[in-house]
């Protein structure tokens, strides 16, 4: 595969975006990330979005977003979807666009609008990522499948509920620092001890708030830049995608992310570094038991332990492995379909060494992953800094 | 691009499939590709479907489909949408998956189920390919935006209504030898002239049927196949993709396919052939309008003569350039996220000399044309056959 850059990345604050469509707020993105790469347009638009069709009655985004950022010459563009992986979903389709030749440069951007609908209508939309047969007919939320994932973990490996805190309590910690997170302030154990259940053993702490935004990269091939750039190149080292059964209770193991393993695998294998060459990671904590698992899966904890690495410190910044550095899912916020885009944007940041109180000093490997579903689809990409 | 070659093709009949689900479709298309070319499995599926979510409530398609036909090893998988065009949007991405080298080889299937909801909830799900903000808002729907562009293009051009009837005449003729349509009887000019109108001047014999089923074909890199096999080896020989303005009033001439000379020309560009090479032609009959205009913007038809080729003949098995030849989306139905797929597996159908009454004598290249919304987003493919 040739080798590909990201050379522009721009992003909206997640937030509660009312006057603002999925048409602005992609557009914001992709400008942003024009302009930071200094180019006008790109050969192909990628769109990763969950809800537009429900929630927003339009389909067809690629069009309408290519339309909308004025390319004249009527560029391609598509909308991909893998539910809350739709982001990276639309950033490996533009990496195989370029790397296959059709296009010499793409856009990937991620973008979702899910404040405007009533609560019931937006969690009606996010059941679709589960199973409809198997698991939304008896009444199940998303909420509730990942609240039962986590009572097994609890069940199975002996963890208290306080041993999930510092996920939450780490994520905010970084969120302060990250001008477009969409909850900006620090939490304490405590507040995590007192937070309202909203399906046991799941409390309004360990989940990540919904959200507007969007957040776009800029991709070419890494042959085109110029030799003796005084920036960092940004290149992609390493991709992998993977899928798992929808329905949990259709898994071998509903504790053990098949998904994240694969795609893990895949990203380190194409790379060349493993789990201990990677300097940070943006996983995605939906949940605080999706951190956990994640951890696990992609060779940073033992099964079953990954609630120690944040009991150790292990996942603040200077600590081993660094996550959600600029905020994770859960205080950046989870615009679904976008999440995968913000997290490739997060770990450029931290590459270029952009991210002040929370930079990750001389990081030169980071690594993202982004879930669809319980674990139904991860895809893992791999991203380095060179001179 | 290293070459690619289609070594696999299954569909289901159009129908009305209210036995069977998404998935118990999309498996029968993906099994039959499988066993067509001899293979059990693949490394990755790309999903075309516009409604799953609107009409199924289920998302995340690529890993409920990627399950349920037991791809133990999680392989990746995602849905591709771009309305009408999802199917083709599905192929091209699988094209450049395996020309990219990221994956060796890919099952792109196109899928749809329309028949179970009320027409009400069909025609809203339809309407998404329209914009919501500028089109829907008045009230239109899909067949009355088509209606105003045909009412339009008679005015100017100053063709009858009865001038657009050889289209569908042709494609009912067709698909009477076709398995697989939805509608297998022919109809005749009286037949034409008597049609309820639908939204004037669009009658019922002017419009396809909407329809379940699902389509898939095999790509695998041409440089793995055996050499001296038997069987004609069916190559895609050029791929484009492009996109206008959704909203037909945004457009300079709303009677010019933008997205179709740009996508076509990208594909004669890449393959080396021009429309005077092009032994038939699969086209994207949506409305008796859209197969005049998809043959002028692709060098078929001079400027608003479209319709001449129908009347001359030369639209029919043995003419100058044979359309829609297993039925069209007029005759074998058009479930729309999988309509693109049909179409390329008729190609390969044609190209491997399967297809009897209908069959083009010695058709060594054949070209495929998916339409998503009114000309927004347009995808051309180019096959060719070699020994």
């Given at each position: 595969m040739r080798e590909i850059a990201i050379i522009g990345i721009g992003q909206t604050p997640v937030s509660e975006h009312w006057e603002k469509s999925l048409l602005v707020l992609a557009g914001e993105a992709i400008f942003a990330a024009l302009q930071d790469a200094g180019r006008e347009s790109a050969e192909a638009i990628y769109v990763g979005n969950m809800l537009s069709g429900i929630l927003s009655q339009q389909e067809q985004l690629g069009s309408?977003?290519?339309?909308?950022?004025?390319?004249?010459?009527?560029?391609?563009?598509?909308?991909?979807?893998?539910?809350?992986?739709?982001?990276?979903?639309?950033?490996r389709l533009a990496l195989m666009a370029v790397a296959?030749?059709?296009?010499?440069?793409?856009?990937?951007?991620?973008v979702e609008k899910m404040t405007d609908?009533?609560?019931?209508?937006?969690?009606?939309?996010?059941?679709?990522?589960?199973?409809?047969?198997?698991?939304?007919?008896?009444?199940?939320?998303?909420?509730?499948?990942?609240?039962?994932v986590m009572q097994r973990?609890?069940?199975?490996?002996?963890?208290?509920?306080?041993?999930f805190a510092p996920f939450s309590i780490n994520a905010h910690a970084n969120a302060v620092h990250n001008p477009n997170a969409r909850l900006q302030f620090p939490i304490t154990p405590e507040d995590y001890r007192k937070a309202a259940v909203i399906s046991a053993p799941i409390n309004l702490l360990d989940a990540s708030p919904i959200g507007d935004g969007a957040a776009a990269v800029l991709l070419v091939p890494a042959e085109q830049l110029p030799l003796g750039m005084g920036a960092p190149v940004i290149t992609v080292a390493g991709s992998g995608a993977a899928t798992s059964s929808i329905a949990v209770h259709d898994r071998r193991d509903p504790l053990w992310l098949r998904a994240a393993e694969f795609s893990a695998k895949q990203a380190y294998h194409q790379s060349g570094v493993g789990?201990?060459?990677?300097?940070?990671?943006?996983?995605h904590d939906a949940f605080s038991i999706m951190s956990a698992l994640s951890l696990e899966a992609s060779g940073f904890a033992e099964r079953g332990q990954g609630p120690r690495l944040g009991l150790d410190g292990e996942i603040r910044i200077g600590g081993r492995i660094p996550i959600t550095t600029r905020g994770g899912l859960k205080a950046r916020g989870h615009p679904v379909g976008a999440t995968g885009m913000y997290q490739i944007v997060e770990v450029v940041e931290q590459?270029?060494?952009?991210?002040?109180n929370t930079q990750v000093d001389g990081a030169k490997v980071g690594m993202a992953q982004n879930i669809g579903g319980s674990g139904a689809t991860i895809l893992t990409h791999i991203l380095k800094s060179r001179k």
């Open positions: 309408l977003i290519a339309d909308w950022v004025g390319t004249t010459r009527g560029v391609e563009a598509f909308k991909v979807e893998a539910a809350c992986g739709s982001g990276a979903a639309a950033f296959s030749g059709e296009v010499d440069s793409a856009i990937a951007v991620g609908s009533l609560p019931i209508e937006t969690n009606s939309g996010l059941a679709t990522a589960a199973d409809a047969d198997w698991e939304v007919i008896h009444g199940l939320t998303f909420v509730s499948i990942n609240a039962l973990y609890m069940y199975e490996y002996g963890w208290e509920q306080d041993d789990p201990q060459g990677v300097d940070f990671f943006e996983l590459l270029r060494g952009q991210c002040g």
